[in-house]
């Protein structure tokens, strides 16, 4: 480390947890965030701020007058660009340590090949189909799962490690096995939500990141984590792998 990324990174090194071997862990980390909106915008932020070395920006949108009441890393004059081009600015204005490399829309045709350069990913997504996606091509490729999501004043969050042995750890779809009914989904465009609850989901997202890539604390593999805004209260309940499922069931170890 260079003396300015000492200084930089002083209260990581700090941390008995991070310390220097910590830090070098996050400078050489690679992980894609797919969605660069509201959840995304504080994952950004934080893994950039904290050195993550090389990061992937996923998303086909670009920004919208009605984002800027949540999506924190785009200003005013950023409307009409794409969310990638304005996300890797805001990184790089932040900290231009950071590698950014920038991806469009993750499907079932690219997704495998995509995350198979990266350490982990993490995704806050409006829909399902990227979300089955991901999921699909993370179990293949053996890669943390870290999943936001939020609606009105409410969100939730887990980490999905299905392929670790010999607990039988849930995946995505052990959570939602199929896509629910149109009128019962719950989506920012239709339903609102407030600007705050993507600010407080993905900022958990993100300590989440931070911990796999370090290796320290609880991972929220196996438990889902529920935000109740209005409440004001958390709560974690356990999450089990669901022996059936259509992406995992095959991977539940039965030999070990
Ligand atoms: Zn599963």
Do not use: W
């Amino acid at each position: 480390m260079s003396p300015e990324e000492r200084e930089r990174y002083a209260r990581h090194i700090l941390l008995k947890e991070v310390g220097g071997q910590g830090q070098q862990k996050l400078l050489a980390a690679r992980v894609l965030v797919v969605g660069a909106g509201g959840l995304g915008s504080p994952i950004l932020s934080y893994l950039a701020a904290a050195g993550v070395g090389t990061i992937g920006v996923a998303d086909s949108d670009v920004v919208s007058l009605s984002n800027l009441q949540r999506q924190t890393l785009f200003r005013t004059e950023d409307i009409g660009r794409e969310k990638t081009e304005a996300a890797k600015d805001a990184i790089k204005r932040l900290n231009p340590h950071v590698k950014i490399i920038m991806h469009p829309r993750i499907a079932d045709e690219n997704a495998a090949g995509v995350i198979a350069d990266y350490n982990l990913v993490v995704e806050g997504v409006d829909n399902f189909e990227t979300r089955y996606a991901l999921n699909r091509a993370c179990i293949v490729e053996k890669k943390p799962l870290v999943s936001a999501a939020v609606g009105r004043f409410a969100g939730q969050l887990s980490t999905f490690k299905p392929y670790e042995k010999p607990c039988a750890l849930p995946c995505y779809r052990c959570l939602v096995p199929e896509e629910p009914p149109r009128e019962e989904q719950v989506n920012c465009a239709e339903e609102g939500v407030l600007g705050a609850v993507t600010g407080v989901m993905g900022t958990l997202a993100a300590m989440e990141v931070l911990k796999e890539l370090l290796g320290v604390g609880d991972s929220l593999a196996g438990r889902l984590m529920i935000y109740d805004g209005l409440g004001a209260s958390f709560r974690t309940i356990a999450l089990p792998a669901d022996p059936a499922c259509a992406d995992c069931g095959a991977q539940t170890p039965s030999e070990s």
